[in-house]
Nanobody, 124 residues
């Protein structure tokens, strides 16, 4: 059974940094795209970032480009999201996702698996 478990969320002041991690278990995802989405109450889940199976291609939403960095470690079946210069509007539940790699932006459009989410709260 596949499990995606996120960690690293929390409360941070604006301008601060966080690193989210998502560890996958149950099968290897070294041939799949991995990514992050986020959601705030009353809104649809939105794409944040994704990374190709090899890690050679990375895709970002315009709102996070230059502040967020996605990476992966296929040996650990883990994907990371480094978040810098946090803004209050980054407050959301962040979800890890895995699915087929599309080859073009956003790299991961219809995930097959989701994590349970981790809350990131940015205070002003």
């Amino acid at each position: 059974q596949v499990h995606l478990v996120e960690s690293g969320g929390g409360l941070v002041q604006a301008g601060g940094s966080l690193t989210l991690s998502c560890a996958a278990s149950g099968r290897s995802f070294s041939w799949h795209a991995m990514g992050w989405f986020r959601q705030t109450p009353g809104t649809e889940r939105e794409f944040v970032a994704s990374i190709s199976p090899s890690g050679g291609r990375r895709y970002y939403a315009d709102s996070v480009k230059a502040r967020f960095t996605i990476s992966r470690d296929n040996a650990k079946n883990t994907v990371y999201l480094q978040i810098n210069s946090l803004k209050p509007e980054d407050t959301a539940v962040y979800y890890c996702a895995v699915g087929s790699y599309t080859g073009t932006f956003p790299g991961l459009s219809h995930p097959d698996y989701w994590g349970q989410g981790t809350q990131v709260t940015v205070s002003s």
